[in-house]
């Protein structure tokens, strides 16, 4: 499998996370050739986190359900966690769940002359974002238009995600046989 073919190993990965009762945020390859990272974000839905254990309890599941499939033929880390404070907005529902926090979204193509929008979100109005900028104007921008999005950190934003615990929540690795090692983060 190309290290590009994210919708294949999202279908592998998604049902591995959902088993755990995890919603998966996010699928991506990171760090290039030269340091090939699975990057894996879950969350559970009634908290928009993972503790140490459930990030531990994934790895361990996805290294299992990677090693038996084995879609990527090269070397890589596997690395899971929660999404973040600061994180990412993937799904359709991510713009309502965060209504009124502040967000950049980029998108692929210019719409009304620009391809960055900052503001604070504004739900869904079927397949479109919106956004109401920090020019007072209010966009509607097109889910599959959508480039990357992401919070941006505020104390708003702080107040509203209070994390479960702090306990445990370093980085640590573990060994994996001939995929490299296995990177657990916690962020949040």
Same mark, same amino acid.
């Given at each position: 499998m190309n290290?590009? /073919? !994210? +919708?294949?190993?999202t279908r592998l990965i998604e049902p591995e996370a959902n088993a755990l009762g995890f919603d998966l945020v996010r699928v991506a390859m990171i *760090?290039? =050739? &030269?340091?090939?990272t699975l990057q894996v974000m879950a969350e559970r839905p009634d908290t928009r986190q993972l503790t140490i254990d459930d990030c531990a309890d994934? &790895? @361990? @599941?996805? &290294?299992? +359900?990677? /090693? =038996?499939?084995?879609? !990527?033929?090269d070397a890589y880390r596997l690395e899971v966690s929660s999404p973040g404070i600061d994180r990412p907005l993937t799904r359709l529902k991510d713009f309502d769940d965060? %209504? *009124?926090?502040e967000a950049r979204i980029t998108l692929v193509e210019k719409l009304d002359g620009r391809k960055q929008f900052k503001g604070d979100l504004d739900g869904t109005e079927g397949q479109a974002v919106a956004i109401l900028t920090q020019d007072g104007n209010r966009h509607a921008l097109p889910f599959d238009q #959508?480039? &990357? $999005? %992401?919070?941006?950190?505020t104390d708003r934003l !702080?107040?509203? =995600?209070?994390?479960?615990?702090s306990t445990g929540a370093d980085e640590f690795e573990i /060994? $994996?046989?001939?995929? *490299?090692?296995? %990177? !657990?983060? #916690?962020?949040?």
């Amino acid at each position: 499998m190309n290290l590009a /073919d !994210i +919708a294949a190993l999202t279908r592998l990965i998604e049902p591995e996370a959902n088993a755990l009762g995890f919603d998966l945020v996010r699928v991506a390859m990171i *760090g290039g =050739t &030269s340091d090939p990272t699975l990057q894996v974000m879950a969350e559970r839905p009634d908290t928009r986190q993972l503790t140490i254990d459930d990030c531990a309890d994934l &790895s @361990r @599941r996805l &290294s299992e +359900a990677l /090693d =038996t499939a084995d879609p !990527i033929a090269d070397a890589y880390r596997l690395e899971v966690s929660s999404p973040g404070i600061d994180r990412p907005l993937t799904r359709l529902k991510d713009f309502d769940d965060w %209504k *009124g926090h502040e967000a950049r979204i980029t998108l692929v193509e210019k719409l009304d002359g620009r391809k960055q929008f900052k503001g604070d979100l504004d739900g869904t109005e079927g397949q479109a974002v919106a956004i109401l900028t920090q020019d007072g104007n209010r966009h509607a921008l097109p889910f599959d238009q #959508v480039e &990357s $999005a %992401k919070l941006t950190l505020t104390d708003r934003l !702080i107040a509203a =995600t209070a994390p479960l615990s702090s306990t445990g929540a370093d980085e640590f690795e573990i /060994d $994996a046989p001939a995929e *490299g090692a296995h %990177k !657990i983060q #916690v962020e949040g």
